[in-house]
């Protein structure tokens, strides 16, 4: 940078300096931040950058040469013997390559590197004296720590006592590793607030430090926290003296320190991996990034450790994190922006659902201006208000969604926003049913339910009739050509003349469309039909168990609910769907326009069309097979009716009674851990043919 723009730098730098103190305060003191991680680590970086222009301005004390925040005084001061440190962080493969090669220079070439996730969760110290668990400390500022003992003994996963399993224990032994709160008890915890009319909490690591920062641990012991160990602090008599002791694993490598822990009673993350060179650093980190959404807790990223602890002290450490170490951190799935308004949807149902209008943000890999907000009570819940500052989380494949607004001191807040009592299309009335958390506009005319309903019935899972979306279905129901979903089946080319994007080939293509989609299977036409709770699973059911529409419609709840996949709220909804005249007139229509009815090689009498050649042979009957990763040939739901198809099932995790799990591309690691753990066999992509056809395991693995 140059001289002229030194003044400004010194400016931001103190400005920067004391934004992250700020920040650090809000998040690690008070667990309410104000900006979320990937703001805070920009401001990290830009403040990293002035230093490294400027060497000058790199004062002691500096917010890039320490760790966190100074303990509050809500718990007693615990000084850490080993100072707990922070990591750097690698933003993408570049920068990972950039500390491989800083290394290069001090470590040999085949140095072995350990692979950890990086949990999104908090520091944590324990202390073992003579094996027992005597205390617990948070990181505070890495020299001092809050004393959080009693809250931490509430925590299970913890070990009270040492096992015997890993012989002789250090007479003082201080393991490191990170509370965390599992995303399925983080959504129940949300659900349980919610329904208290108390404050969401924003995501995982929120809670978890919530939970754990509470001055009184009965509150700590409802908040089902857990916990990794991922490494050893104090150990005294000191670990590098006497390799021959049996805690030499302590003295030797990351790795053996890991099973260690492991044989002491530790938790210890399963997924971690001993590579040796980058590449197989970045495959580790890249397999990661696309699988994280496949664990019960939440990781932002990859920790690479040099195993060898002699390689470890050699490199040492600066003031704030040790050089043998990285954090290759995963891009951010949460943003902040403004909130421009509150508006409502109107579903195929006619759900009334909350949706955010939102200033522009990138999150997630793709640009969010609309994000759900659910219902009335989530979005009373998360007391979100036109004008807020928000959180928005975009994560895998679920939909955007506004998650809480973060504090804005100091500036005054719009009211309180309110469901509105009137359909935003229809001008109908909104009714919220009792003991139920969704709204719905009941006018069953209302053109902005008829518009979903038909979208829905020629959507990809259920009539999958290529060319006709949202826009086009809108313009239809706009022009009155479109009421139901029989009207399709009566289009020609006649029915679009003079109407703005139909060209003469697109609506020959259209026409076709409509037309093949006459010889769908039942279960798809079913799926179409947009009855509430019943989805893919439940119509293939349906459609396999009764065979045809009439059986359909004549079974009573009792037969509905004891079909395998259907049970009794699909089975209420099914009956009341059929109980319309309405609705029974359009299946009639589809009937007389040539709309298969009919579910081939279905086990009903109904399928009766169905020769015994056309039913395939149940090869799976009653067994569970899981499906991962992508197998070639088919999509997901292809390879799940495959499988329905042989009278498998085919869920989404595995237990001891899964069959076995077949593997393709890319597999979910836990689901390959889990069934390795349960002996259940692992097949690979190969071996799905011959499953289908035997119902044997011959593949290679
Ligand atoms: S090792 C000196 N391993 O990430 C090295 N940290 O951003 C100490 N974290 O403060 C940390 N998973 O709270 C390590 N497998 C893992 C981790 C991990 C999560 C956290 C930890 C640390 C923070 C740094």
Redesign the pocket.
Known sequence: MSAARGDDAVARAAELRALIAHHNERYHLLDNPEITDAEYDALVRELQAIEADHPDLAVPGSPTTTVGAAPSTLFAPVVHQVP????D?AFGPEELGAWADRLAKQVPADTAFVC????????ISLLYRGGRFVQAAT?GDGITGEDVTANVATIAAVPQQLLAGAGPVPEVLEV?G?VYMPVSAFAELNRRQAEAGDRLFVNPRNSAAGSLRQKDPTVTATRALSF?A??VGEVQPDRAADLTSPTAALAISQSATLAWLGRAGFPV?PELHLVHGLDDVLAFCRRWESHRHGLDYEIDGV?V?VDDLALQRVLGSTSR??RW?I?YKFPSEERSTTLRAIEVSIGRTGKATPFAVLEPVFVGGSTVSLATLHNEDQVRAKDVRPGDTVVVRKAGDIIPEVVGHLPTPGRRRKKAWHFPTACPVCGGPLVRLPEESDTFCTNLDCPGQRVQRIAHFASRSAMDIEGLGEQRVQLLVDHGLLVDVADLYAFTSATFDGLEGFAAVSVANLLGAIDDSRSRPLGRVLVGLGIRHLGQVGSLALARSLGDIDAVMAADEATLAAIDGVGPVIATSVVRWFDSEVNRSVVERLRRAGVNLIEPGAGGHGGGDATASDRLAQTLAGRSVVVTGVLDGYTREEAEQAILARGGKSPGSVSRRTFAVVTGEEPGLSKVAKAEELGVPVVGADGFGALLESGELRGPP
Request: zero cysteines; a positive charge; proline letters at 4%.
């Open positions: 707990m440190m922070s990591l962080n950890e996730l990086k949990i999104d969760g908090l520091a990181r490191r990170e990794w991922y490494q993350n920790v450790k994190a040790p170490a954090a």
